[in-house]
């Protein structure tokens, strides 16, 4: 189990795009690697396999039950992330002494908003976003410094101030590499945050950051091209 994995239990969909893309900007400009369902397309992996062993792997978990609408196309609620949260709370409940390390964030909309649809979860601190992509982004850079008492990890100011800049400047990254913003993938996505991030680190501060975000992806050698290689 690595001390630096987050898993992430969140919903995939197109209108969780921008609180999932803040969810793993915070995880990654604190130094840990963001880990989920997403990172790989491997045909010969059951998805709930996936699932054991993500958990398995990662001290740290990021679980997002805002999610509690009906689908419109078959009237149901989804229940996928209480049950990625019951595995992962499993595993630090039942694993041995390694797994018993873990820790959990859980996110709502309103803290106690959970009660009324899974009130075995009483007792434990649940933290309201209000579906404020900011707000998502702070909350997990404070719960990362508080469970990993890292002292590397950047203020909270100067990581939204990071995301800022990158969030507006992604569609800019995106085209110096031929992507579109609207249509990333995981990977993609991931390594032009973790570009983003390690030039904004070289840099120091915003004043010599600056605002120019062609510079933050190329200098990280980022691009599709560079990837196919590794």
């Known amino acids: 189990m690595s001390a630096r994995d987050v898993f992430i239990n969140c919903p995939f969909d197109d209108a969780f795009v921008p609180a999932f893309r803040a969810i793993v900007f915070a995880v990654i400009a604190?130094?840990?690697?963001a880990r989920c369902a997403l990172e790989m397309d491997d045909a010969s992996e059951t998805r709930i396999d996936k699932l054991y062993r993500l958990v398995e792997q990662c001290r740290y978990g990021i679980h997002d039950l805002s999610r509690t609408e009906l689908d419109p196309a078959n009237a149901l609620p989804r229940f996928n992330m209480p049950l990625e949260l019951g595995i992962f709370l499993a595993a630090k409940r039942f694993g041995?002494?390694?797994?018993?390390?873990?820790?959990?964030?859980?996110?709502?909309?309103?803290?106690?908003?959970?009660?009324k649809f899974i009130s075995d979860?009483?007792?434990?601190?649940?933290?309201?976003?209000?579906?404020?992509?900011?707000?998502?982004?702070?909350?997990?850079?404070?719960?990362?410094?508080?469970?990993?008492?890292?002292?590397?990890?950047p203020t909270a100011g100067r990581v939204l101030e990071s995301?800022?800049?990158?969030?507006?400047?992604?569609?800019?990254?995106?085209?110096?590499?031929?992507?579109?913003?609207?249509?990333?993938?995981?990977?993609?996505?991931?390594?032009?945050?973790?570009?983003?991030?390690?030039?904004?680190r070289r840099a120091g501060s915003p004043s010599r950051a600056g605002t120019d975000s062609?510079?933050?992806?190329?200098?990280?050698?980022?691009?599709?091209?560079?990837?196919?290689?590794?």
């Open 163 to 200: 995301y800022d800049r990158f969030t507006s400047g992604l569609p800019e990254i995106c085209r110096a590499f031929g992507l579109s913003a609207d249509d990333l993938t995981y990977p993609d996505y991931e390594h032009l945050v973790a570009g983003w991030v390690t030039e904004d």
């Open 96 to 115: 041995d002494a390694e797994q018993r390390q873990k820790r959990c964030l859980i996110l709502d909309i309103e803290r106690y908003r959970f009660q």
């Open 30 to 33: 604190c130094d840990f690697r």
């Open 214 to 230: 062609r510079f933050y992806a190329a200098a990280a050698g980022l691009g599709p091209a560079d990837r196919a290689t590794e």
């Open 121 to 153: 979860l009483a007792g434990m601190d649940i933290r309201a976003h209000g579906r404020q992509e900011r707000e998502i982004v702070r909350i997990i850079r404070d719960w990362l410094v508080t469970v990993s008492r890292r002292r590397s990890i």
